[in-house]
C-alpha cells in the first residue's frame, strides 16, 4: 500500500480529521464514520484520479500519520491503550506484535465495567457512542458520550487495570 502517498495528500488527510471527534489529550478521540464489523474506523484515502483510492482502517491510517509512512514495519500492529476500537488519539495508539495485541486483551478483558466486557459488544458500544454524539448538544458532549458507554454495563461498576 503506498501509505506515503496516501499520508502526503492534503485531502485524505483533511477527509480523515473530519470524522475524528478530537477531545482532551487524555480522552479518546471517537471516529465519526464509517465502522468496520470489529468497531474499527474505515475510511476511503486517496484519490480516485491518482488511482490511489483504497478503503484503510482508520487506525493504521492514524498512527502513520503521527509516526511516519514505514512506522509499522516487520508485520507490526497498532494497539489500542484505552481497548476502544473507534479510538483515533494518537497517544493511545502504540505499535506492537500480534502477540502483544492478544495479551493486551486477555490481560484486561474480564474487568468489570471495561470496554471489553460491554455487553453490546464493540462494534454496538462505537455504535452507541457515534449516535450519543450525532445527537448530543455540543455542550453535553462528555455526558452523552459517557452516558453511551455506561449503558454497555448495566451493573455500573468499574475496575480498573490491576497493574
Known sequence: MPWGTLLADGETVARYWGHVLRRGPDDCWWWTGG??????ATF???SHTTE???VVPG???GFRL???ADSLAGGLVVRHRCDEPPCQNPAHLLAGTRGDNNRDAASRRRLTGHALTDVRGAAGRA???QA???AADPERLDEAI?????AGNPAGTYQGPLF
Not at 465502522?35 to 474499527?40: E, G, N, Q, V
Not at 459517557?146 to 455506561?150: K, V
Open 146 to 150: 459517557a452516558a453511551a458507554l455506561a
Open 132 to 134: 450519543a454524539i450525532a
Open 66 to 68: 503521527a509516526h511516519g
Open 127 to 129: 455504535r452507541a457512542v
Open 52 to 54: 490511489t483510492s483504497r
Open 44 to 46: 476511503r484515502a486517496g
Open 35 to 40: 465502522l468496520s464489523s470489529t468497531a474499527h
Open 59 to 61: 487506525h493504521l491510517f
